[in-house]
């Protein structure tokens, strides 16, 4: 069969492993038939994401040059450094892992009331939505923490997130609404001084003291936040549920001892890999496993594959083993792009698998109707039946 790369969606994010298998062992920089090339090989993906220098964000992150066909103001993810990194500095310190922490136990007693009325639910048999129970509202709720979003407008929130990063129901009233009520909740904050520790506060001190972000530059965040942190996380808790239904060995493992988890959440990001891909653009020409990439081609950095390399992972690398070390992955990219939320995700799987796992041992879940949302670089269940066995 002719092996070509074509943009996954929601018919074909079930199973693009055996494509991914190919790309690394026949065609590790391949040319698409959309004029873009696609790395597949985790060395080479790992080298290319950490050289900004070469594999430029500034010309936008998908097939196109987004940034300039729809004249947007570029964000922090459609920056090199040194405009990068000095974006970046301004909010790090509330994204590192011991800042993180503080958010655990607010977090984990939200966990437990959805895990309770997902309970409720599955009474009787009953099969129930995991995505909607649980995958969804618990990126959502973490995102609007951290973006200082009071309680009594957490519901209206998440009606606007969830019909931005879904694509579902008016999207335009959606994001008008949500563009207005941070432009609302900016003036708000700038009123009251400033002074608490979420995103926008942070933000608006910084421009204080002359940082020239502006408006449009807070909400820049504001929007990067919602897109990057919602719909990755939905994507590693509905996709580990997935794998650990489908391997009671490995659940027994972490029910047994639940001090595996940890390094089983490692293992679940590098096989679940909620962002498949995204592209860079060449500044120079490059030679790449003895393919010569040239300057101003756009490079698809294909982390889906990538984190599924034998090469990097040994022989069994397509398999779920939780005491797998996973010493370094791809993730949440690598270098100066490395992800922010990255902390704030792995203490979102950490703790809805050690509730969910205590709550619920013996679950299972309709993994062959689980539907898969469109999109060509994210691999996220758009919904997944589950229940809880009795």
């Given amino acids: 069969m002719t092996l070509e790369y074509r943009p996954f969606g929601r018919d074909t994010w079930r199973d693009p492993y055996p494509l991914y298998a190919r790309l690394r062992d026949e065609d590790p920089v391949h040319r698409a038939p959309g004029g873009w090339w696609v790395l597949s090989r985790f060395g080479d993906v790992w080298d290319a994401v950490r050289d900004t220098a070469t594999f430029s964000s500034a010309s936008g992150l998908t097939f196109t040059n987004e940034v300039a066909e729809l004249g947007l103001a570029p964000t922090i993810v459609m920056m090199d450094p040194p405009d990068h990194t000095r974006y970046r500095r301004l909010v790090n310190r509330g994204f590192t892992p011991r800042h993180v922490e503080d958010l655990e136990p607010q977090l984990r007693a939200?966990?437990?009331?959805?895990?309770?009325a997902l309970v409720d639910a599955c009474a009787g048999g009953a099969?129930?939505?995991?995505?909607?129970?649980?995958?969804?509202?618990?990126?959502?709720?973490?995102?609007?923490?951290?973006?200082?979003?009071?309680?009594?407008?957490?519901?209206?929130?998440?009606?606007?997130?969830?019909?931005?990063?879904?694509?579902?129901?008016d999207v335009g009233d959606a994001l008008t609404g949500l563009y207005r009520y941070f432009t609302e909740l900016v003036a708000r904050r700038r009123d009251e001084g400033a002074a608490g520790d979420d995103l926008v506060s942070?933000?608006?001190?910084?421009?204080?003291?002359?940082?020239?972000?502006?408006?449009?530059?807070?909400?820049?965040?504001?929007?990067?936040?919602?897109?990057?942190?919602?719909?990755?996380?939905?994507?590693?808790?509905?996709?580990?549920?997935?794998?650990?239904?489908?391997?009671?060995?490995?659940?027994?493992?972490?029910?047994?001892?639940?001090?595996?988890?940890?390094?089983?959440?490692?293992?679940l990001l590098r096989l679940t890999s909620p962002v498949q891909g995204l592209c860079r653009v060449a500044t120079r020409d490059v030679s790449v496993q003895g393919t010569t990439i040239a300057a101003g081609d756009r490079v698809l950095l294909c982390y889906g594959a990538a984190n599924r390399d034998p090469r990097e992972f040994g022989p069994d690398a397509d398999t779920l083993d939780v005491t797998r070390p996973v010493p370094r992955l791809l993730t949440f990219a690598a270098g100066a792009h490395y992800c922010l939320g990255a902390a704030a995700a792995r203490l979102q799987g950490r703790v809805v698998l050690e509730e969910l796992l205590a709550r619920c041992p013996e679950f299972t879940v309709g993994a062959e109707r689980g539907v898969f949302a469109d999109g060509a670089f994210t691999r996220r269940h758009e919904s997944l039946p589950f229940s809880v066995r009795a």
Avoid at 110 to 116: A, E, I, K, P, Y
Avoid at 205 to 218: H, K, N, Q, V, Y
């Fill in 202 to 267: 942070v933000l608006l001190r910084a421009d204080d003291e002359g940082a020239g972000i502006g408006l449009e530059g807070i909400l820049g965040y504001a929007f990067v936040m919602i897109a990057g942190g919602n719909d990755t996380a939905t994507g590693l808790l509905a996709g580990s549920a997935e794998l650990l239904a489908a391997r009671p060995d490995q659940r027994a493992l972490l029910i047994d001892d639940p001090a595996r988890i940890p390094g089983a959440v490692e293992e």
């Fill in 110 to 116: 939200f966990v437990r009331d959805r895990l309770d």
């Fill in 127 to 169: 099969e129930v939505d995991f995505v909607a129970a649980l995958a969804r509202p618990i990126p959502s709720w973490v995102v609007a923490h951290y973006l200082g979003v009071p309680l009594e407008h957490r519901a209206r929130f998440d009606e606007w997130t969830h019909a931005i990063v879904g694509q579902v129901g």
